[in-house]
């Protein structure tokens, strides 16, 4: 197994486990209150309909040029692991608080406690199936397209499957035999790695695809990735000093469209919207347009090949930038 297919099998294992565990604490608490049978219902109808996405997806993935594959996949992958280590970092550093499943069980139980009992076919609870159906459909597609597109650049989509599948059987039986939400998983610590893995890989197969080669061909990635560990710790010491330092610092508050304004909007716009959202732009608009700008640039135009560090450069400008948008700084 050659340094891109073991860095594959590894990213696909930790980036589908992160997202199986909040499926799982899902569907814990579910089983825990409102019945077992309504939750498992829900959970094995998401994953019948992902299936059929991926009979009906994945084959059309190859019929993509490389190239233009490599440049799509990593713009993806950079803004992905973008989204990723911007929140580590926000963690990190304290500005945001840690994730905790112990606290998402709590609620959830809560939450499934009060709502009404209301039947779906076959005496199915209502709230259980819909929620474990939503949240696993949800986790799910982003295992999924994970495992596609890491798995279509290397032509190995056998090995990105496998990756997923053992992060499943993992999560699944640490799932059965505790019985409780997964809190001993170092869910921050992963995400960290993650999002160190996949902003690598965007960096690398974005400038492969942008029609650069690397100097010393795959063995760059351990280059990429201490690049990117190196700046993504930087700003980990930078935000705590700015904590430190400045007591009226603290984190922005995102504000949500009014109920009024949602009424407006049709459900399926707001659904692209969604999509479009949390899957080509994330959560930092200037960061994912600018990039989308150079993989544009890049197609039309010929650039000479010393312009190969510009996503390394792009990278070390971008994620500061994004953690400073993401705080407010007063100076009283």
């Known amino acids: 197994m050659d340094q891109q297919l073991l860095a594959l099998f590894i990213t696909v294992s930790l980036a589908s486990a992160v997202e199986m565990v909040e499926a799982a604490t899902i569907v814990l608490a579910m089983g825990a209150v409102r019945g077992w049978r309504s939750a498992l219902t829900g959970t094995f109808a998401a994953i019948i309909a992902l299936g059929l996405i991926v009979l009906i997806a994945g084959p059309s993935i190859h019929l993509v040029p490389i190239d233009l594959l490599r440049l799509l996949v990593g713009v993806l992958l950079l803004i992905f692991g973008l989204q990723w280590l911007r929140k580590a970092v ?186 479009v959202k949390e899957f080509v732009i994330a959560d930092e608009w200037v960061t994912a347009i600018l990039l989308w700008g150079l993989a544009l640039l890049s197609s039309l135009i010929t650039v000479s090949s010393y312009f190969w560090p510009l996503l390394l450069i792009y990278f070390a400008l971008m994620l500061p930038y994004g953690l400073r948008s993401a705080i407010s700084v007063k100076n009283k």
Not at 216 to 233: E, G, H, K, P, Q
Not at 237 to 254: F, N, P, Q, Y
Request: charged share 20%; proline share 2%.
């Open 90 to 275: 926000l963690r990190s550093s304290g500005f945001k608080a840690l994730h905790d499943e112990e606290k998402i069980f709590a609620k959830e139980l809560q939450q499934a406690k009060s709502a009404n009992s209301k039947k779906l076919f076959a005496d199915l609870d209502k709230y259980a199936f819909t929620l474990t159906f939503k949240t696993v459909l949800l986790e799910g597609f982003e295992v999924v397209f994970i495992v596609l597109t890491f798995g279509a650049l290397k032509n190995s989509i056998a090995t990105a499957t496998l990756a997923a599948l053992c992060a499943l059987v993992v999560v699944a039986a640490s799932a059965v035999v505790i019985r409780k939400p997964l809190a001993r998983v170092p869910e921050n610590t992963l995400k960290f790695i993650v999002g160190i893995m996949a902003s690598t890989f965007g960096i690398f197969w974005s400038t492969e695809g942008m029609g650069f080669e690397w100097p010393y061909s795959d063995w760059t990635l351990i280059l990429v990735a201490l690049w990117v560990s190196a700046v993504s710790f930087v700003c980990v010491i930078w935000l705590r000093r700015i904590r430190t330092t400045r007591k009226h610092s603290a984190l922005k508050v995102t504000k949500a469209l009014s109920a009024k304004t949602l009424r407006r909007i049709p459900r399926v716009l707001t659904s692209i919207l969604d999509f």
